[in-house]
């Protein structure tokens, strides 16, 4: 008999590739390897930013995908998707808890990851999302003097993100929502970003979902009302069903 190799984390794989967050959570601490953590991890990190809306319970979840992280760090010090996940996920306990200082270390652990690898697509839109999200919730000047974010630094963020991964669903979505986060006026430019948006490849349950929003905010676009637009690509933001 033929015997196939099987992943060691293949139940969490499926789990996640299917978007079943809470099956990718438990089928990751199960399987309890570096990649399986980061799954359970990032799939925690889902289900705080887009389907909860009390802060208390997205902060506990978020807290539990870093524990996610240090673990899988722990076994695999080098791993730089973990490496990555713990930034975002710092980034979203900055996001619920309005700190500074957490949102200038999520920004040294953007940048440090860019400098080891440089051809990181994901890392690059993170920093691109972090800079165009900080000047869009307080504005440029006290973006740049509190914490040092460009709407210059955004675009050449996400520009060098999507030279590196053009075809990536998230990329173009993230882009597009922060320009329409930022302004109005942008509504062209998120068109252009989002065009044939439902026709790219999604790899995995989490691409799915933002697919699904890019789909959303273009058909949004399409319809001329600019301000609308505006207002849907702001719903579709991580933590909106938060007030």
């Known amino acids: 008999m033929l015997l196939i190799a099987v992943p060691a984390n293949a139940a969490a ?10 099956a990718a959570v438990r089928e990751g601490r199960a399987e309890n390897s570096a990649a399986s953590l ?6 925690q990190l889902s289900i705080a930013g887009y389907q909860t809306s009390g802060k208390d319970q997205a902060l506990d979840l978020v807290a539990a995908a870093e524990r996610d992280f240090d673990a899988a760090l722990a076994r695999s010090p080098s791993n730089v998707e973990a490496q990555l996940q713990k930034a975002v996920a710092i980034a ?7 700190g500074i200082g957490l949102a200038k270390e999520v920004r040294r652990r953007f940048e440090t990851i860019i400098a080891a690898h440089p051809d990181n697509s994901l890392a690059w839109g993170a920093l691109g999302g972090w800079h165009g999200g900080a000047v869009a919730t307080v504005g440029s000047f006290l973006a740049g003097t509190a914490l040092g974010a460009k ?32 302004d109005e006026k942008n509504a062209p430019r998120a068109a252009n970003l989002l065009k044939n948006i439902e026709s790219l490849p999604a790899g995995d349950g989490f691409e799915a979902m933002v697919k699904r929003q890019g789909v959303e905010l273009a058909a949004a676009l ?11 690509a702001r719903r579709l933001q991580a933590f909106s069903r938060i007030v």
């Open 38 to 43: 980061v799954l359970a991890g990032r799939a």
């Open 92 to 98: 979203y306990r900055a996001q619920l808890t309005k």
């Open 151 to 182: 709407k210059s630094e955004m675009e050449r963020c996400y520009a060098q993100a999507l030279r590196l991964t053009p075809n990536l669903p998230s990329t173009r979505v993230f882009f597009a929502i922060t320009l329409m986060d930022l």
């Open 13 to 22: 794989i499926d789990a996640f590739r299917s978007g079943d967050w809470a």
């Open 222 to 232: 399409a319809r001329g009302d600019a301000k609308t637009a505006q207002a849907t």
